[in-house]
């Protein structure tokens, strides 16, 4: 939804096992990278999600580990 002032605002409605953590994803870790705002997450399943994403002792697949030349 794009709003008048050109704000485009993007709704998802998901399984919850795309908020997986153990690993997360990583299309789902760069779509939550990208930038999101959780509007509603009772259990904290999506807060969890967020602070997963934001770990940086997690490697994004295909990258290597931290310290490695390839991260």
Do not use: K, Y
């Amino acid at each position: 939804m794009r709003r008048p002032s050109g704000f485009e605002v993007e709704l998802g409605v998901v399984p919850v096992s795309w908020a997986d953590i153990d690993p997360v994803d990583p299309g789902t870790r760069r779509v939550v990278s990208d930038g999101h705002r959780v509007v509603h997450d009772p259990a904290g399943v999506l807060a969890a999600l967020s602070a997963a994403c934001r770990t940086v002792n997690e490697a994004p697949a295909g990258r290597g580990t931290p310290g490695d030349a390839r991260w």
